[in-house]
Each structure stands twice: as structure tokens, then as C-alpha cells.
């Protein structure tokens, strides 16, 4: 059923979405990623920027011993 998709690429402390004109994300999903972040305080607010107010942000997997972490 997906009529339209646009892909891009970033990282969750500067995200490319979204992009000029575009709202911001009603929901947005992120799971297992945040560890290899080697700033995890502006990786959460670059995610947060791209949800809408009201929105939900959730984050999965923070796991401070995995690989991405060390």
C-alpha cells in the first residue's frame, strides 16, 4: 500500500528531514541506533526536532554495554 517513499540519509544529530517546508513527524521511531551516537544528549534533540508537537518520540534498544557504546 506505500504509493510514495523518499529516501535520505543522515544521522539522528543532524536529521535531513525534515527537509524545508516539509511538517515535522507525528511519529517517530528509533531503535538500536542511540549507542553509536557519541553524543547521546544531541542525538535525542536532533530526533525530538523532527517530531510535531504532541508527537511521540520513542527510543529502543539504549543499552550502555553494547558495541555501539564502547
Known amino acids: 500500500g506505500v504509493t510514495r517513499f523518499a529516501g535520505r540519509t543522515g544521522f539522528g544529530e543532524q536529521p535531513p528531514f525534515p527537509a524545508e ?6 511519529l517517530v521511531l528509533a531503535s538500536g541506533v542511540i549507542s553509536f551516537s557519541p553524543d547521546h544528549e544531541r542525538w535525542l534533540d536532533g530526533l ?12 529502543g534498544d539504549l543499552n550502555p554495554l553494547s558495541h555501539g557504546m564502547r
Open 21 to 26: 517546508g516539509e511538517e515535522r513527524f507525528d
Open 48 to 59: 525530538a526536532s523532527t517530531v510535531a508537537p504532541g508527537g511521540t518520540l520513542v527510543v
